[in-house]
């Protein structure tokens, strides 16, 4: 049973420092059950936010050896346990104690999205009829799980701080699975330009790699949305077809 | 541009991470990959010579509107000419090489293609050097502002890029029409036999047929023509040409990184084959 070292970052939003422990690792173990087992054996005070331990809830995000990851999901064979395991808070949000950030700016953020706003019922009982074609593109970012691992990962916000005007990666999906809806009759272009700064993102896709549920934001959601953007506003014969296009 | 009021951790210096991988593995090779051939793509576009060997065409000088061979001592102008010989009304302090104004277009595709984006933004710019990985400066303006606004013309790239591969299909076609003097300027038959002009196959066509699948798989798994294809759309049960274009595209846009590489590696190859070929350095084997 080898005992591995594992450096914690300890501290709150006035500063803090990584902590060592020592811990043995079983077989089968994750990174969040040896947080547990510092938890039970050594500090008890070790402040960590999880839920489901089955990489559903989403509360378990954290940075293991410094890259974005549910730590309920980040097996402890996969990780070089010759020197220290680093684990700390994630960068992009507001730190309240030890591994537990605040992240209720996503969901201040969400309210300001524009509500899925769906076109007449196509029967007489208030009912629509959808092909499946049309919603299996959509699907793929109701997987989400609101962990907001790409929120962190994003330099735009993790290291250039933009979050009044940038909503991140995590709300340009939410928006693409409102925006590409076949039922929905919302335009929310001019606020992806505008005010959500759609902009910003320079597709390094590190979004796309820490995702644990594997959705490629990236391509699926952020650059259709761009073209979508550049439609409307950037692309002088598309402007100029819409001029002469007979009006509805 | 206001930031955040949030509380948020100290940002990070050049270069700070946990990270414990080589995460400074990629932007090095990008870096190098890319720079490699921005310095050898500029080169051969100067040389305004040696870009021709019998049915071949270098890529990087199709298509060849001028010939500017004669200048450097071209006996006469090439058969792959469009218009004749480097015309004199083209001012003296423009470099006689047709890549000069060919390159711009599946340069200025490249420069705006999503996915070296991302791969130059990091290794050239450091905006990140990587996922998680501490920056140079804190000032950001992303794809929001100018200059980068610019990269919007992406598709328009891809419209002459697409006929760039009509063209580049052409002079595929063209590379298995052999003339008479083929031997006798250093090309040799593979299996034996009298080299005959005509329909033939020699390494230098399944070079150029090659590069143009790859810049074909690379130019129509664009993130543009994704967007035509059916990307525009919240219903893809009622496109015109139904979903398949779509998913066709999708299924090549999922490798466009590897595509991206491939064809660039592979153009590189194309131009540097005829490049030593018409240099008299490597013989050209033809296959019948």
Redesign the interface.
Known sequence: MPQVTFKVWRGN?DGGQFTDYQTDVTEGMVVLDAVHQIQAESAPDLACRWNCKAGKCGSCSA?V????RLMCMTRMEDL?TD?PV?I??M?????IRDLVCDVS?NFEIKTKIKKFKPRKPDAEDGTWRM?Q??V??VQEFRKCIECFLCQN?C??L????????FIGPRFIAYTAAL????L?TEDRLADLKDDN?L????????CT??CPEHITL??NAI??L???V??EY??PIKKLFRMFKPKK | MSQSSLSLPQQRGLGQTQRRDAWWLQPLVVFLGLGAFVVYSTWAAFQGANYEFGPYLSPMYSPLLFDAGTLFGQASVGHHTWFGAWPAWIPAFIPASPALIILTIPAGFRFTCYYYRGAYYKAFWADPLNCAVGEPRNGYRGENFWPLLIQNIHRYMFYLAALYIVVLTYDAVIATQFQDDWAAKGGKMLFGGEARAGFGIGVGTLVMTLNVILLGGYTFGCHCARHFSGGNSDHHSKLPMGKKPYECISCLNRNHMKWAWTSLIWVGFTDFYIRMLAAGVWTDWRLF
Do not use: S
Request: proline share 10%; glycine share 4%.
């Open positions: 939003k940075e050896n410094g890259m974005p070089p020197q680093t700390e808070p960068q992009a949000f507001p730190l700016w092909v074609d049309d299996d593109r990962v330099h735009v993790r290291d250039h701080h933009k979050h009044e005007t925006e590409m809806h076949p929905d700064g902009g910003y993102c320079n597709i390094t896709k590190c790699k820490v990236t391509d650059i259709p761009k073209e979508r550049v439609d950037y692309d």
